[in-house]
């Protein structure tokens, strides 16, 4: 059974930084792209940040120059550093991972960033 475990989430002020990782249960080699959405009340889920088995790197526009997503392939983990938060980065984090045999998506349980003052 496919798991992803995500932590890191919490309340900070506006300009703070935070970390979210995503630990999931299959290994690296077996997944085609793992990445980070973001779903605030009232909106639909978006794509924050994804990277790809070749390592390319998408960022969604809102987000390009302070946000960074990683992985530690040895740890089955991806990253997402957020820096300079801002309140409108607010919302619920989901990782996510498709697989490459059958192209089936995965998702966390979700993470609750809150930016405010």
């Known amino acids: 059974q496919v798991q992803l475990v995500e932590s890191g989430g919490g309340l900070v002020q506006p300009g703070s930084s935070l970390r979210l990782s995503c630990a999931v249960s299959?290994?690296?080699?077996?997944?085609?792209?793992m990445g980070w959405y973001r779903q605030a009340p009232g909106k639909e889920r978006e794509l924050v940040a994804n990277?790809?088995?070749?390592?390319?790197?998408n960022y969604v526009d809102a987000v390009k120059g302070r946000f960074t997503i990683s992985r530690d392939n040895a740890a089955n983990t991806v990253y997402l550093q957020m820096n300079s938060l801002k309140p409108e980065d607010t919302a619920v984090y989901y990782c996510?991972?498709?697989?490459?045999?059958?192209?089936?998506?995965?998702w966390g349980q979700g993470t609750q960033v809150t930016v405010s003052s």
């Open positions: 990277i790809n088995r070749y390592g390319v790197i």
């Open positions: 996510n991972i498709v697989l490459l045999i059958g192209s089936s998506w995965y």
């Open positions: 299959v290994s690296i080699a077996s997944i085609n792209t």
